[in-house]
Every structure is written in C-alpha cells, then in structure tokens.
C-alpha cells in the first residue's frame, strides 16, 4: 500500500509538471501571436510616417523650385533663356513631381500619411491639387486625396478662417469638374462598347447558317453499299 501510495503522488506531480509545461507553451504561443501583430502595426505607423515626410519634403522642394524659376524669369527678363531642369525633381515641374510622389505611396499608407501633415504643407498641397486638377492630371487620385484630407482636417481648416476659404471652395468646384467629366467618359465608352458588341453580333448572325430544323439526317443512305441498292 506504501508504493502505491508512492506511485500515486509521483503520477500526480507528473501529472501536474505536464500541465504545467502545456499552460507555460500556450502563453508563449500567445506571445508569439501578439508578437508579430504588434510589429506589423509599428512598421505600418513608421511607414505612414516615411510617406508623410516624403510628401512634405515634396511640396517644399516644389515651392522652392516655384521661386527659383520665378528669380531666374526675373533675371533673364523675358525668360527667352532656357532653364536647366531640377535634377531633385526628377526634371519635373512642381505639381507633376508632387503627383508622382502621391502615386508611389500605397493605398494603405496615403490616408494616414496625410494625418500627420501640418497647416501650412496641407495649403501648399491643396494649392498643387488644384493645379493638377485645372491641367486634369491625377483626377481619381487628386479627389480622393483633397476630398480626405478636407474631412480629416477640418477643424483646422475652420480655424484657419479666410485663408482656407478661397482654395476650398476651388478645390471643390475642380473636384466635382473633373469626377463628371470622368463619369460622363465612363458612360460613352460604355455606350460605346454595347454599339460595337450589337454591331458584331448582327454580323455574325448575317453569316450564320441556321441548323436544319427536320430532325431527318440528310446524310443517311449515301454511301452505305448495298443497303442503297
């Protein structure tokens, strides 16, 4: 009875080491899964970051190139003389390379790195929207970043008072342009698309030969030998 009793408290603590050890690998594969999860959230944070930096570095390269242009136009007089294009740009001018910039942030990134811009970079980017939006460059891209950035900042655009006002309003008029000239081009290739599939399904029915319609085969008895004759 002693042994047993001793093997009893043996398969107990063995028992119970076992539990132990299951309940100490849950909680570090629970560790494991919040682990990577964490991670993934701080590089998207630092991310969004690097992309709202990028933008803001864009837009004062951009006003910067603005006043260079203007200085040299001013020196040359009727700026007959050609200007060397700005290798910080890509060769680009100021509104085109502040598109490019937007274009090569991700989706997923574009709406958070605009939540960390301040007042003045978000007129300046207003500012280069608009100009984009009058040449009709980047009319999906250029709405959707005007049209969030409005919502996420509009107590500060609000507070800004008359400063805000004029270019809002512009940016709106532009906005609502651009997206009906854009539906109204959906809809003509779409109008135009059903046209042309009419158009070759007619065609192809012009030349289409109609299957017999009596079920009798025409082929039967030719060829068959003597069960012709």
Known sequence: Q????????QNEESTSGILATKG???E???DDEQQPQSEAAVRRSVLSVAAGDRIMEALELADQEQRDAAAFKKQTGNGQQNRMPNPLLLGMEPSLYVLW???TIKSAELEQSLLILSLRHMERLVYYLILLLKAGRGVELCSRVGIFMIKAHQKQIVAAGSNMAVPV???RRLVRLRLGEARDSVGFNLAAMRMISKVAQERKMAFHVPENENETDIWAGMGLGSDVA
Do not use: H
């Not at 042994?3 to 408290?9: A, M, P, W």
């Open 2 to 9: 002693m042994f047993d009793k001793v093997d009893g408290r």
């Open 169 to 171: 309003r512009e940016l």
């Open 101 to 103: 910039v937007l274009r």
């Open 28 to 30: 570090e594969g629970a």
């Open 24 to 26: 100490g690998d849950q």
